[in-house]
């Protein structure tokens, strides 16, 4: 079997509790062939840690190593599209942990580099390859007419759950200049997408960017993109948002908050006339808790649930795999930078029922 040398940029609390460890797992799959981070201590943490000696602080190096056959890019959001573009312009396969980027001119910038050299571009929306998921894709063709879809992101906060299970590596020596370029990054990407709006709309988009991103991707693979927006309301400074979509003859809703609740409720519900699908995710920060569907139908006078767990392998394993599959085998990835535009679309479709 073919071994991908593989280079990780962004070694925070997703590559340590998620992406490494997979890493190291399927180690006939991939090789830990190179790292980079910001913190010369966590780098060298994790350098000794996974006995990778080709160590960098600056992504532009780590993508010109010769022997990467790819590169997943793992770091803060406002980075993504600067390392991936680097990434593929030196012909590297590449994985980009949601959200791929924020405006969609650097998607387009991605999207070119890509046809150009012909290499493998991912986004890692984990949740669509949850084996719950896909068994309730296939239980929707035979779903009938849908008559609503509920879609709900409600979530305590990440070092709730962290702090719990895992011991995550952090050092105070992040240079003051490169928290400065994101924070800059930041508000200069938000402007481009959205223009001159308030800062609470802004909190929102971020949101989306950041949690909302997995909830649209997964709704659109079962049901498609909406017709439109029919209301979309914001609170407590953008931090809660309830949208409602128009689909041909039905509409769905959207829940997205964050609280202080020790809780995760992140689910996709599908009412049919007789039959209902509901998959229900729980936090990815502990990775065997299965994701789980439920199906409920009625039968003349009885209403039955069934409650499946399909397996107990993480989405994120999955999602890996797929990946492999795509560098050694080819084919189109479901969660290419083309479907990642639709989300774009959908957060700026959203934004404009706000605004207006």
């Given amino acids: 079997m073919q071994q991908l040398k593989t280079g990780i940029i962004g070694l925070g609390e997703v590559a340590q509790i998620i992406h490494l460890p997979i ?41 010109q190593q010769e022997d990467l056959d790819a590169v997943f890019v793992l770091n803060s959001s406002e980075f993504h599209a600067q390392c991936a573009l680097a990434a593929i312009e030196q012909g590297k396969h590449v994985l980009i942990e949601k959200p791929m980027v924020l405006t969609m001119a650097d998607a387009e910038a991605l999207i070119a580099a890509r046809n150009k050299t012909k290499v493998q571009v991912m986004v890692g929306y984990m949740r669509r390859f949850a084996p719950a998921f896909s068994q309730a894709k296939e239980a929707l063709e035979t779903l009938g007419a849908i008559q609503y879809v509920k879609i709900r992101d409600i979530i305590g906060p990440n070092h709730f759950f ?27 990407m938000t402007h481009e997408e959205l223009g001159d709006v308030p800062q609470t709309i802004k909190n929102v988009y971020n949101m989306l960017c950041g949690l909302g991103c ?15 927006i029919a209301s979309a309301v914001q609170w407590n400074d953008g931090r809660f948002l309830v949208v409602v979509f128009e689909y041909d003859g039905f509409y769905a809703t959207f829940e997205m908050g964050a609280d202080a609740q020790g809780r995760f409720d992140a689910h996709i519900e599908v009412l049919g006339k007789t039959r209902q ?73 959203i934004i404009e029922a706000l605004v207006l």
Avoid at 214 to 228: K, N, V, Y
């Fill in 214 to 228: 997995h909830d649209l991707s997964a709704m659109r693979e079962l049901i498609g993109m909406p017709r439109q």
């Fill in 23 to 63: 890493l190291e797992s399927l180690n006939d799959q991939f090789e830990i062939a190179a790292l980079c981070d910001v913190s010369p201590g966590l780098l060298n943490w994790a350098g000794e840690k996974y006995r990778v000696q080709n160590l960098y602080s600056n992504a532009n190096e780590l993508v």
């Fill in 277 to 349: 699908l509901k998959v229900q995710y729980n936090t990815p920060y502990i990775r065997h808790l299965p994701t789980t569907l439920t199906i409920g139908e009625t039968h003349q006078d009885i209403f039955q649930e069934t409650s499946i767990r399909p397996s107990f392998k993480d989405p994120y394993t999955v999602e890996l795999e797929y990946f492999y599959g795509l560098v050694t085998k080819g084919g189109i990835p479901k969660t290419s930078p083309e479907d990642y535009q639709d989300d774009l679309k959908l957060f700026q479709m």
């Fill in 162 to 188: 962290i702090n719990q299970t895992h011991h995550v590596q952090r050092f105070d020596d992040v240079p003051k200049s490169a928290r400065q370029e994101r924070n800059a990054l930041l508000q200069s």
